[in-house]
């Protein structure tokens, strides 16, 4: 075993690396990066090499004692105890060794010192003979070190150890990374080689995307070529199914359009060419446009049907289902012409019922309301007195008393546009007298409006299938009863009154009307305007002819000359007569009226002759003064003031004129004062 110390000093160099504290001083050499030995003798001072102990070399020296186990002369326990690979014996080499001399030292480090041998070995009582010999035996051989120093021979057997298995292990690790390396290798050619595989697949992929593109473009300009075609020749399952059994919503007047349009187009085709697919197409467009038109005519009749329901309002159904759905009867009217009539005669009918049950019903609500009565007695010449004694002897007093000749408030039906019509309940609850334009404006207003309403209707709903001629005849034959009832109403009101005012309150409302209905652009209702206006317009002409004859009556009652004595004539009054004070009120009423009237009116004519037998009555009235001009003219004046003082706040053209006359009268009379 100290042979292998001797050969690892005669190797080792000069410098050992230094141990860690933690360790105790060994002999065993720490091999360097510059030796291959895996031994290096170094000493601590202060210490006896005997008093080294046994350390494992690290891990670093398998290299090493890897290298010195192929030397010739190389030292190891295992390698001396091998009888094959030293014939010589043991003691043999040992004296050999202790021969050389230090010039036949392989190395300068390599020189025996005396203290070198100055070991003790525990060989078990064996020889060196013996212990060579022992190869197999040399892992059972225990070698006991002194206390005080360990044994070198056990630190070195138990390095070898150590470093086979180290050694094995690194064998394992080496095969088992070129294992792997091979499976890299072997990865990495079939990568290879599917990348070039893949590359040809790419080229060729890339071949087939440019066939495929130019197979497109030629698909599409085909295509755009003949989609036209197939599309009218041809009609798509969706449109079918919707057409013969899916719902009717809002798309459904889309898909009849739609069959409607390749109709057109197949018999223009038929007219041009005949083909077999043409001829194909031509029975399912007819089955198409059958059923279409069954459908269409329930629908249309479930929707009349409802029209008839009680207490239904009709515009919600005309604007809900009918006008929303305003298509189906153009296309009915298209295909079948005769059926599409028969529902209008129907539909006619049915509005023509139900406006004449909704008005005759509100004409008796509205007769519930009661009326000033203004008789003939209400004229200008009759005195209050004998008219109430006239009254009462009568017993045509059924309201409270009113005044025939002053507007008053009136007036404001004419201006309130926007207030409505009375209902029915209202008017058959009301308990107040009123004069005749209320009854009159609440039904026109109300048949204004609902005929207005129904000729947008059936001008929206039956065109352009319709003319509006024939839209128009329809019309008349709705409203025809209505319009009658109207105007037996109107008749009915104005016959016996002699309100002048009540009739020209009527004939403005009734303008009105006419004015709304050319703003709404309804002229079918022009021709019962008009005859409203036939009404109204004679009988105002009949009640101022009324007031005229009165006023002449009154006229020629009166002396032409004074017959009175002097003392009688004295008593006379120079006050405005009484029928100067009610000529003033009526022709205020009038003038307010007749702010937007011209002088063409009859109403103008009217208060001209009245105006007329006035001023002839006053005239002839002055005459009662006798001699004195004075106070005659004091008379005329203070009723021509009278007069002029009332209309004063009248405005318009009508208004105007007539300010100017009695301007001019009293000023004349007034100078004559």
Request: proline share 4%.
């Amino acid at each position: 075993m100290w042979l292998d110390r001797l050969a690892g000093q005669a190797s080792g160099s000069g410098s050992s690396t230094p141990q860690s504290v933690s360790r105790s001083y060994s002999p065993l050499p720490r091999r360097t990066s510059s030796n291959l030995s895996p031994y290096v003798t170094s000493q601590r001072q202060g210490q006896s090499p005997r008093g080294s102990s046994l350390s494992l070399v690290s891990s670093e020296s398998t290299a090493s004692l890897l290298a010195s186990s192929r030397r010739p002369n190389g030292s190891g326990l295992k390698q001396s105890s091998a009888p094959a690979a030293h014939p010589t014996s043991s003691i043999e080499t040992l004296e050999k060794l202790l021969r050389k001399t230090p010039s036949s030292a392989p190395t300068a480090d390599s020189d025996i010192l005396d203290s070198d041998f100055d070991l003790d070995f525990d060989f078990a009582g064996l020889s060196l003979k013996e212990l060579a010999a022992s190869q197999d035996d040399v892992d059972a051989l225990s070698i006991t070190p002194k206390p005080q120093k360990p044994s070198d021979s056990q630190a070195n057997m138990s390095t070898d150890d150590s470093d086979q298995a180290k050694f094995e292990d690194l064998h394992r690790s080496i095969n088992a990374c070129d294992d792997i390396l091979n499976s890299v290798e072997t990865n990495l050619t079939s990568f290879r080689n599917d990348l070039a595989s893949v590359a040809t697949d790419i080229e060729s992929l890339q071949d087939r995307s440019a066939a495929l593109n130019k197979r497109l473009e030629n698909r599409k300009e085909i295509e755009k070529a003949l989609s036209p075609l197939v599309e009218e020749l041809s009609v798509s399952p969706e449109i079918i199914t919707k057409i013969t059994t899916g719902h009717i919503d809002e798309t459904w007047p889309k898909l009849l359009t739609e069959l409607d349009r390749r109709a057109s187009v197949h018999q223009k085709k038929i007219k041009e060419a005949q083909s077999k697919a043409t001829s194909d197409l031509g029975p399912l467009l007819e089955k198409l446009i059958q059923k279409a038109v069954e459908r269409i005519r329930d629908v249309i009749v479930a929707q009349i049907k409802a029209l008839r329901s009680p207490n239904i309002n009709a515009q919600i159904i005309q604007q809900q289902n009918f006008l929303k759905f305003k298509d189906l009867y153009t296309f009915l009217h298209k295909h079948h012409s005769q059926l599409a009539e028969e529902i209008a005669l129907a539909y006619m009918n049915t509005m023509r019922w139900y406006y004449l049950t909704q008005f005759t019903r509100y004409e008796k609500s509205l007769g519930k309301i009661k009326l000033h009565v203004l008789d003939k007695n209400d004229t200008l010449n009759h005195e209050e007195t004998t008219r109430m004694a006239s009254v009462l002897s009568t017993a045509r007093m059924t309201g409270p008393p009113h005044d025939a000749f002053n507007i008053g408030r009136r007036i404001d039906i004419v201006r309130a546009s926007e207030q409505p019509a009375l209902s029915s309940f209202l008017a058959e609850e009301d308990k107040a007298t009123h004069y005749l334009e209320v009854p009159f404006r609440s039904f026109n207003l109300a048949l204004i409006d609902n005929a207005a309403a129904e000729y947008t209707f059936l001008a929206t709903y039956f065109s352009p299938s319709l003319s509006f001629s024939h839209i128009s005849k329809n019309f008349n034959y709705i409203f025809e009863p209505t319009f009658e009832l109207g105007k037996s109403l109107s008749k009915a009101l104005i016959s016996d009154t002699y309100d002048a005012l009540g009739i020209l309150i009527c004939i403005r409302l009734n303008q009105h009307f006419a004015f709304e209905l050319q703003r709404r652009r309804v002229p079918a209702v022009d021709s019962y305007v008009n005859a409203t206006n036939m009404l109204l317009w004679p009988r105002l002409q009949v009640i101022m002819d009324r007031h005229c004859e009165s006023v002449r009556q009154l006229t020629n009652a009166t002396p032409a000359k004074a017959s009175k004595s002097t003392a009688e004539q004295a008593k006379v009054s120079a006050a405005p007569h009484q029928v100067t004070q009610r000529f003033g009120q009526l022709l205020h009423g009038i003038l307010s009226l007749s702010v937007d009237a011209g002088d063409d009116e009859p109403v103008a004519a009217g208060l001209q002759r009245l105006r007329t037998d006035l001023e002839a009555f006053l005239t002839r009235f002055g005459h009662s003064f006798g001699s004195d001009k004075r106070k005659t003219a004091r008379f005329m004046y203070n009723n021509y003031s009278l007069i002029l003082t009332i209309i004063s706040d009248t405005t318009g053209k009508l208004a105007d004129e007539q300010q100017r006359h009695f301007e001019e009268l009293k000023t004349a009379y007034q100078d004559g004062d």
